[in-house]
C-alpha cells in the first residue's frame, strides 16, 4: 500500500479505469476530465504488487458536510475505489479500506462518507446508507400546481427566471451552491477546483446544459435548474439547488410550462419532497430510481454525536460494535438544549447497534425503529425505539446530491 503524489496520476486514473472496464472519456493530455483534475492525489492509495505493479486504488476528497442542526463538519469523501479483475477477492479492497480508514483518523477526521456502486459492498467497513434519493417524472400536461392557501399557489411567482449556459455561470451557481448546502443537512461543499472546469457539471458525463436562475423580488439569485431537452422531448433536470421553497416552485413551475416538451424529469429529489404534493394530480408525479445515496462512517462516535444538532433534550445509552476495527463501546448520550454530550458509560444499553447502523441514522435521514424492525438494531426495552427515533430526528430530511 502506497500513498500517491501528483506524479501518480495517469497511473491512478489508469488503473481505475481498468478495474471498471473502461478508457479514459478524456484524454490525459486535456486535463483528464473534471473528475480526474479534482483528485487530492495527495489523499489517495495505490495497492501494489510485490514487483511493484498497481492492482487497487483508493481516493478522498476533503469535503464539508452539513449535519442537522447546520452545522458544518469535514469530512473525507472516498472515492476511486477500484481493484483489478485479476486482483478481486483476495482482500485488496479490505487492506486499503484498514489502511485509509487509520489514515483518516490519523488526519483527525470524525467521519467519512462515499456513494457506493453496489450495496453489498461498504457495510462491512463500517459504512451505512444515510440519505435517498429519487426520480420524479411529471407529464408536461398534468404538472398543473396545486391552487393551496387560498390559490396563493397559483398566483404569479415572485422573482424572476433567467436561462444562462451553465458553462458561463460557474461563479453564480458556486455561490448558490454554496449557500444551499451550509443549511442542507446531508449536502456536501464542492471545492472551487470542482466548478472550475465545466461549472461542476456532473463529473464523467460533462454535457452541455442550461440553467435556469431564479432570482428572488430583490434580485438576489437564490437557485438553479439545471437542464437539457433530449430524446422524447424529455427536459431532464439534473439537479435543482435551491434556498428556499419558493425558489423551487418557481423553478419547477417553469420546467413545467416549457414549450415543446412532453414530460418533465426532476433528477435527485429527496423522498420526504413537496412536489408531488404540489401539483394538483398526485399521480401526475411517477417515482422511480428510488435509491440509497451518501453513506456515512463514524470514525470518533463522541466527536460526530456531539457535531450535530439536536432537537428533543433525552438521555440514551447506546452500546455500538465496530468490527471491522475491532472496537467496542458504550456511550451515555445526554442532550439538553439543542447540544449533546457523549461519554463512556457502564450503565445498561438502551440499544445494541452497529456503527454502520450508527452512520445510517445519524443525519436523521433513517430512523432508528425501521432498523429495529429490520433486525438490525437490538432494543433492550419496549421503548427503546421510539425514545431512539424522538432523540435522532432532525429538523429537515438529509440530502445529498452531490457526485464524486
Ligand atoms: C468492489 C471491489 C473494489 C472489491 O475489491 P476486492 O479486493 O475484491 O474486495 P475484498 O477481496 O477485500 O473483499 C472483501 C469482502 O467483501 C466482499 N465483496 C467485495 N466486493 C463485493 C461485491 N461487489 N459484492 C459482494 N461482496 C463483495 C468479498 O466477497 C469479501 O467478503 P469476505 O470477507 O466475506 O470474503 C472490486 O470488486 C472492484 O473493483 N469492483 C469494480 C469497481 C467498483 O465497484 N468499485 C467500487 C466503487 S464505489
Known amino acids: 500500500m502506497r500513498s500517491t503524489t501528483d506524479q501518480d496520476r495517469d497511473v491512478f486514473v489508469d488503473t481505475l479505469h481498468a478495474a471498471f472496464g473502461r478508457f479514459p472519456e478524456t484524454p490525459a493530455e486535456d486535463g483528464g476530465g473534471v473528475w480526474w483534475a479534482a483528485l487530492e492525489m495527495d489523499r489517495n492509495l495505490l495497492a501494489v504488487t510485490a514487483e511493484g505493479r498497481p492492482v487497487g486504488t483508493a481516493g478522498a476528497y476533503s469535503f464539508e458536510l452539513t449535519l442537522p442542526g447546520e452545522t458544518l463538519v469535514p469530512v473525507a469523501g472516498v472515492t476511486a475505489v477500484g481493484v483489478l479483475p485479476s486482483h478481486r477477492r483476495q482482500g485488496v479492497l479490505s487492506a486499503m479500506m484498514r489502511h485509509q480508514l487509520t489514515e483518516l483518523r490519523a488526519r483527525g477526521e470524525a467521519m467519512s462518507v462515499l456513494l457506493a456502486s453496489e450495496a453489498l459492498i461498504y457495510r462491512r467497513f463500517g459504512y451505512g446508507p444515510a440519505t435517498y434519493t429519487q426520480r420524479v417524472t411529471v407529464p408536461r400536461h398534468r404538472g398543473a400546481f396545486a391552487g393551496l392557501r387560498g390559490g396563493e399557489a397559483d398566483a404569479a411567482p415572485a422573482g424572476t427566471v433567467e436561462v444562462l449556459r451553465r458553462a458561463e455561470c460557474g461563479d453564480l451557481l458556486e455561490e448558490i451552491y454554496d449557500r444551499y448546502r451550509r443549511t442542507q443537512p446531508g449536502a456536501l461543499s464542492r471545492p472551487p477546483r470542482w466548478w472550475a472546469s465545466g461549472a461542476g457539471q456532473p463529473p464523467i458525463a460533462p454535457a452541455s446544459r442550461y440553467a435556469a436562475v431564479h432570482r428572488d423580488p430583490t434580485g438576489v439569485p437564490d437557485g438553479y ?53 404540489q401539483l394538483t394530480d398526485f399521480r401526475a408525479g411517477e417515482v422511480a430510481g428510488d435509491t440509497d445515496w451518501l453513506w456515512v462512517r463514524l470514525l470518533d462516535i463522541p466527536r460526530a454525536l456531539t457535531a450535530r444538532g439536536w432537537f428533543t433534550d433525552g438521555e440514551l445509552v447506546l452500546d455500538v460494535t465496530d468490527p471491522f476495527l475491532d472496537e467496542h463501546d458504550r456511550y451515555l448520550l445526554t442532550i439538553q438544549n439543542g447540544k449533546a454530550d457523549c461519554t463512556p458509560t457502564d450503565r445498561a444499553p438502551d440499544l445494541t447497534l452497529d456503527v454502520s447502523d450508527l452512520g445510517s441514522i445519524y443525519l436523521g435521514g433513517t430512523t432508528p425503529s425501521t432498523l429495529v424492525r429490520a433486525g438490525h438494531i437490538r432494543p433492550h426495552h419496549p421503548n427503546a425505539a421510539h425514545l431512539a427515533d424522538t432523540l435522532f430526528r432532525g429538523d429537515r430530511e438529509p440530502h445529498c446530491l452531490h457526485w464524486f
Open 225 to 277: 435548474a439545471s437542464y437539457l431537452i433530449g430524446e422524447g422531448q424529455t427536459l431532464t433536470v439534473d439537479e435543482t439547488i435551491t434556498a428556499n421553497d419558493t425558489s423551487f416552485t418557481a423553478l419547477a413551475r417553469f420546467v413545467l410550462n416549457h414549450d415543446l416538451v412532453d414530460k418533465v424529469v426532476f433528477k435527485h429529489v429527496p423522498p420526504g419532497h413537496p412536489l408531488r404534493w
